[in-house]
């Protein structure tokens, strides 16, 4: 059994702590709470993870967890739940707390599983068959788009720990070069001029948003 006085729910760009008793008459407001794609009820040693990919509301008491998978509400919309649902939940005992249990990275490769296709572009067909990665386990890589002006290539970053962290982003193939940019994709500074790769500084949860542009 595991009995926690706190749940740790997985949000946008991080994770946040929520309590799981009703001390407070705050507490018992929070019957039921919000998460992306996990939560977590750990004690130090061990604890568990419930992993949903497309369902929100959680519950939690000091040792148990509830996922909702129909809220079956009358207002504001009386037939808001009505239609197919179909979606994937799992139970997902570790070691450790969240982070030592890995528990984020699971909850991503149960929403995001990973699709095999053939490319034809030559990014694609370059010695490296990852486009871009990391050093660091924590720094997950969230989106990556075309620009809005077409100039190159918006890659979008994060600290997920809760950890500062120095990382090195590696490229396949050769850019011209790599801009930090801002969040509506103005450039900042520049990073790297020519090469395949930069190294940035992560605060806690902070986000950086990178432009690449390649050879021509």
Known sequence: EVSS???TCGIQFGYIGRPSHENTSWDMAKFEVCAHNWVDM???????????DYKYGFSSGESFVDICLLRSTR?????GDLGRHEF???IYPHQGNHIEGGVIEEGMDLQFPLHVFNAVNKIAKSANPQFIGTDRENIIIETMKRAEDGTGIIVRLYESYGWESRATIT???MTSAIYETNLIERNLGLTASGGNETTLLFKPFEIKTLRVEFMK
């Open 88 to 90: 994937t939940y799992s």
């Open 5 to 7: 006085d706190e749940l």
């Open 75 to 79: 207002y504001p919309d009386a037939a």
């Open 42 to 52: 750990s004690r130090g040693d061990f604890g568990f993870a419930l992993l949903s």
């Open 171 to 173: 490229i396949a193939g």
